[in-house]
């Protein structure tokens, strides 16, 4: 996984943005690097959404306030659904998203006269984490995994996957259902968004799972791979599970190379930012200097809490569409105090 070597650049992992966030709640993250006002931007805002993503937002909040001392980021990850409740209801303007807005949650939109944008921001990967002394489920089939994990399954010990497996019980571990990264598991793996067993162990943060996996020679869980190669590198006491491919039916590691390739699929998965249309006309240059600044920095956000990148076209992508939703409102996006810088 590509990562920042720069010493003069922080290095903040996963795991430490989300404990910070974690203990703090709503963070505001108000000029933590001192910095100068270099363009007048001032205000405050509100950024809600993915437990995921929120490490993302987290360092582009910080290093925005750090140029622009005026401006306060708010950023609370109470998950995507929850997330998408606010947004939706006009109470954040911007929302962070481990996966697409839904039907639903598009009709409370509308309820509410919301109209808004999505921008891809990088990529994630779902991994299927076991204890390092579990030497027996080394690859598993996305059949396997549906038979673990759906609906009134019937699945209690490891032997009930196959035969040859312990006759020991899974201790299973996973996000809970106001989280993205679960909507996403359940739709690719169970077929449908929220079919899942309601005997698992469930929790909004992702490090909760590794952390009870690590604890457990017997036990399973499934999030972000990000969280779980922080705790590798800590001590090394997590390994991944090969899965199923649905593009080849080979078996792959949630590496680097699988994911750009295409073969870690289904549960290799795109990030987005999206926000509030209203919110960026009445402050406009707020909203859009941070919405450019985002993008501009997006590659090295992502990568700097172990994300993947996004492809250079994304953001492209991204840059003409925050300018058409500019033009659209009546604003010259040459204008703006952040200037687009394409890769």
């Keep these: 996984m590509a990562q920042s070597h720069d010493p003069e650049i922080r290095r903040i992992t996963r795991r430490t943005a989300m404990t910070t966030i974690a203990s703090i709640g709503a963070v505001s993250i108000a000029g933590c690097m001192g910095g100068g006002d270099e363009g007048g931007v001032s205000g405050t805002i509100e950024a809600s959404g993915s437990n995921t993503v929120a490490p993302i937002t987290q360092v582009a909040a910080e290093d925005f306030e750090a140029e622009y001392a005026d401006v306060q980021v708010n950023v609370e990850p109470e998950g995507t659904g929850a997330g998408f409740q606010e947004f939706c209801q006009a109470n954040s303007a ?17 309820d509410h006269d919301v109209e808004y944008t999505h921008y891809t921001v990088g990529q994630d990967t779902l991994a299927v984490g076991v204890h390092e002394d579990n030497d027996w ?16 399954s019937d699945v209690e010990q490891w032997s009930d996957v196959r035969d040859e497996w312990p006759d020991e019980d899974i201790a299973l571990h996973a996000r809970d259902s106001a989280s993205g990264t679960f909507d996403y598991f359940t739709e690719h793996i169970n077929g449908e968004m929220g079919n899942i067993r309601d005997d698992y162990s469930a929790t909004s943060q992702t490090d909760e799972i590794w952390d009870a996996v690590e604890d457990n020679e ?54 987005f930012f999206y926000f509030n249309h209203a919110e960026l006309e009445e402050n406009t240059d707020l909203i859009a200097s941070f919405a450019r600044f985002y993008i501009n920095n997006q590659h090295e956000f992502a990568t700097e809490v172990d994300f993947y990148r996004a492809t250079d076209q994304d953001i492209v992508d991204n840059h003409d569409q925050l300018d058409s939703v500019l033009e659209d409102i009546g604003a010259d996006p040459d204008d703006i105090t952040v200037e687009r810088q394409d890769p």
């Design 94 to 110: 911007f929302q962070s998203a481990s996966r697409e807005i839904t039907d639903e949650e598009i009709d409370i939109c509308g």
């Design 218 to 271: 017997y036990a399973m869980g499934w999030g972000g791979v990000g969280h779980l190669r922080s705790l590798q590198d800590q001590d090394g006491t997590l390994k991944t599970v090969e899965v199923e491919s649905e593009l080849d039916g080979e078996f792959y590691p949630p590496e680097e190379e699988y994911i750009e390739g295409g073969e870690y699929s289904p549960l290799a998965r795109p990030l």
């Design 137 to 152: 489920c080394e690859q598993i089939t996305l059949d396997e995994l549906n038979e673990i994990w759906e609906f009134e």
